[in-house]
């Protein structure tokens, strides 16, 4: 288990450091340099050349990398010239928002696609499961964009019962129902593909472990469907699915991007969609970082619950 652990820690370290490397010669093949990106692609030469000296760009390329790693490694993300603050200060003040939307369709996506599975399996191929199968590829082909918009015309527009967007103003906190009020539509627009893609793929396990001996050895004992379920199926078939749910971590930030720029809810993906549209390098970059990072972590952490919900697991 140690030696396990420690490969995985290993090769998660040397993940992120390639990501860290790979965005910066990706900022440093940027066409024109990132002071033509701050100053405009008109801006005279003495003031790119002024720019450059100030933000070290002048120097050789290695000494640029190693500088990159040593602010990274004391917090310091750069400058927004765009938002005239610390690329930190901005991430810190966007991340809350992110982070509390992404935990309320993370329990929400795996809670239901759980429940689906599950009655999906059991079903087996009737008229049931058939009709979740068919749900479930009408959730993950629709748009995101696509889905938030008629929500919106819908819940917002027609009938009046949620707010169209944002997050109640400056003074709404994760303990405000105003905010709650606001996370209901882009909460529900994000989580339906992860729910519809999760179940897909759990269903597809339960139905394999309800063709399993065990499962009719419990239920000539006399066990009850519900027992069945979730006493002996749903711990076998999660082994998989733990692994898809390290995945949702980049899904959730991809789908963020958009459904937090339908709802113009200030998370990080709206804050990412904004920089690139403006190209604020430093910002985009960041997010980027960040995004890679968690998603290293995410894939970690899902490699390690397995090992803990099969002790038969083990690494090369």
Known sequence: MIAALTKRLGDALLSVALLVTLVFFMVYATPGGPAYSILGVHASPNAVA?????????????QQYLTWWAHLAHGNLGYSYTEHAPVASLIGTYFHNTLLLDAVVAVAAIGLATLLGLAQGAYGRRLPARLIGAWQI????????????????????????????????????????????????????????????????????????????????AAARGLGPIRIA?????????????????????????????????????????????????????????IVLL?????????????????????????D
């Open 138 to 217: 009408l959730g993950y082909s629709l748009p995101t964009f696509f889905v938030g918009t008629v929500l919106i015309l819908v819940f917002a527009a027609d009938l009046a019962w949620l707010p169209p967007g944002g997050i109640g103003g400056e003074t709404a906190t994760a303990h405000s129902a105003t905010l709650w009020h606001h996370l209901i539509l882009p909460a529900a627009t994000l989580s339906l593909p992860l729910t519809a893609g999760l179940s897909r793929f759990f269903g597809q396990q339960v139905r394999d472990e309800y063709r399993q001996d065990y499962v009719r050895a």
């Open 50 to 62: 002024a720019l450059n000296r100030q933000m070290g760009l002048d120097h050789p390329v290695w």
């Open 230 to 286: 979730f006493g002996h199926v749903l711990r076998n078939a999660a082994r998989p699915l733990t692994t898809l749910i390290g995945m949702m971590v980049p899904s959730l930030f991809v789908g963020g991007v958009l459904t937090e720029s339908v709802f113009n809810y200030p998370g990080l993906g709206w804050l990412l969609w904004r920089s690139a549209l403006e190209q604020d390098y430093p910002t985009l970059t960041a």
């Open 291 to 315: 995004i890679g990072i968690l998603t290293v972590l995410g894939n970690l952490a899902a490699d390690l619950l397995n090992t803990l919900l099969d002790v038969r697991v083990r690494y």
